[in-house]
């Protein structure tokens, strides 16, 4: 741990050049192609894009569970391998364990490093307190709203204090006012205390909200369309998305959205598509 | 206490029907034994020590076979459900093994492992073994693998995955191959004692039907091996119970 005394506000995230292709030559699928992208020390990124565009796969790399096929990832400079301590990561659906407690699912990452059990459950109480969920501790994920059981895994990706905390649309599965709470909680928690933060999303107003920066991707294959610095004060309220320099941004997001659609639906009509 | 109550009304109306039977079809004794016949016979049995100097001896081969046998299957299970590789070289062998009847195999079995209790709980071992390593690796293979990429996205090593996630994740299909398992125990006693021992209920039940055409005897010995296979059954449901309680 004492490597993280220099990354007190996040370590840097470095793609270049990326590309990541499944399966065979001729019918492989290029997830990735000539992805460059870069997330700064403690900065904010919302990656934005239709299904199917390479995001999830994006965040996979990041946490060193995939293996880029071309192009090289670095955190702090090095390539992360799978379960690298320096990166967290929330996935989209909960993921929590069915027979564990809430409190043992969020100490899960404690116990696989070899943490004692009395001071797992010490930290693991701390971090369910910090994500408003104290009193769910002894609860079994199946006794949790969807809402409680996404705070958990933002719980249990936060407690080894990963100095890059990587989210693959946690609050996709939440209705629209949960979701709002979510992101002032999130900005909360990210303001109290800085790292690198990589949140994959398919909401504009999201992206404007929560992001210093919001990367657009395009699908087929999988590419960065645009980068859109985002620079509002912080911290931002929801009623922000309201102002106009927030609705110019969600305006341009949208558009640069859309754009890439166009694209791909115009290159899919000269391949005759349409025939 | 509805359950307990349904449960002896069943017994009361079995009993009552063998019974009827024996007086409408006014079978002799060798051939079909009244309820009574039996309790009197099995009282007399318990008085003397005999029912118990057989019944131990099963008892003991049940419970080290089984342990063995599941013990065996279990650890066997997870290979298989981990390895694919290790499945397609073990598992001919494995069904081959189980297609074999074991009633053959005994008598060449006891000769093997010197036929004495060893030989015994190698065959109860054996029988019981197949369901519960196919129900292990079944169970191992359908972990979801959401989870499984959640745990390697944690940094979990192999032996952590298996338990902490797959072990756990199986146990509901391990038990349903437990519960087959250990009725499968007892008729691996029995067929064990037939292929070659001097004591056990297996035994017993040979000595009443062809040495003294003890037909009641028999009877008896019978439901003693029924009453130890429900009672086994009773315990593992119990103990499923305990341990899938959430």
Not at chain 1, 128 to 154: F, I
Not at chain 1, 224 to 243: F, N
Not at chain 2, 205 to 231: E, H, K, R, S, Y
Request: aromatic share 4%; net charge neutral; proline share 6%.
């Amino acid at each position: 741990m004492s490597s993280h005394s220099t990354s007190r506000n996040g370590l840097n995230v470095t793609i270049d050049d990326v590309g990541v292709r499944f399966g065979e030559r001729a019918q492989g699928m290029q997830a990735l192609s000539g992805c460059s992208l870069e997330a700064e020390a403690g900065s904010f990124t919302v990656i934005i894009g239709p299904n199917g565009c390479g995001k999830s796969t994006l965040l996979r790399l990041v946490a060193g569970l995939l293996p880029p096929t071309s192009g090289r990832i670095t955190v702090d400079g090095s390539e992360p391998r799978p379960g690298d301590e320096r990166v967290g990561l929330a996935f989209q659906q909960p993921r929590l364990v069915p027979w564990r407690s809430t409190l043992d699912n969020v100490a899960l990452p404690l116990e696989l490093a070899g943490v004692p059990g009395a001071e797992r459950r010490v930290r693991a109480s701390e971090a369910l307190d910090r994500v408003g969920l104290a009193a769910a501790a002894s609860l079994r994920p199946g006794e949790l709203s969807g809402g409680m059981a996404q705070r958990a895994a933002l719980a249990r990706a936060l407690i080894g204090d990963p100095p890059v905390l990587l989210l693959d649309e946690p609050f996709s599965a939440l209705d629209a006012l949960t979701r709002e709470t979510f992101n002032d909680e999130l900005q909360r928690l990210w303001l109290e205390r800085p790292r690198t933060v990589v949140l994959v999303t398919h909401s504009v107003t999201e992206a404007v909200a929560l992001a210093d920066r919001v990367v657009v991707m395009a699908p087929r294959p999988g590419r960065v369309a645009r980068v859109i610095e985002v620079d509002l004060p912080r911290p931002r309220p929801a009623e922000l998305t309201g102002q106009p320099l927030a609705v110019e941004l969600v305006t341009e997001v949208r558009a640069a959205l859309s754009e890439g659609h166009a694209l791909e639906l115009r290159s899919w009509a000269e391949q005759g598509g349409a025939a | 206490m509805r359950r307990i109550g349904a449960a002896a009304l069943s017994l009361v109306v079995f009993l009552a029907v063998w019974n009827l039977a024996t007086i409408l079809g006014g079978y002799p004794e060798y051939i079909l034994p009244a309820p009574s016949v039996v309790g009197e016979r099995a009282w007399r049995a318990i008085g003397t020590g005999i029912l118990w100097e057989h019944t131990a001896v099963t008892l003991l081969e049940i419970v080290l076979g089984f342990v063995a046998g599941a013990t065996a299957a279990v650890l066997t299970g997870i290979a298989l459900g981990k390895s694919v590789l290790i499945e397609k070289v073990l598992s001919p062998y494995i069904v081959a093994a189980q297609a074999v009847p074991i009633l053959a195999l005994a008598p060449l079995l006891d000769i093997w492992f010197g036929g004495g209790l060893l030989a015994r709980v190698v065959i109860c071992a054996l029988i019981v073994f197949f369901p519960i390593a196919i129900a292990t690796m079944v169970g191992i293979r359908s972990v979801d693998p959401l989870l499984t990429e959640m745990l390697r996205s944690l940094g979990a090593t192999n032996p952590q995955r298996t338990r902490l996630l797959e072990v756990p994740s199986a146990l509901p299909v391990i038990f349903g191959g437990l519960r087959v398992g250990v009725t499968l125990a007892v008729i691996g006693a029995v067929v064990a004692e037939w292929a070659g021992a001097s004591t056990g209920l297996g035994v017993l039940i040979n000595i009443a039907n062809q040495g003294l055409f003890d037909t009641p005897l028999m009877f008896v010995a019978l439901a003693t091996l029924a009453i130890i296979g429900l009672a086994f059954y009773g315990l593992v449901v119990i103990v499923e119970r305990g341990l899938l309680s959430h």
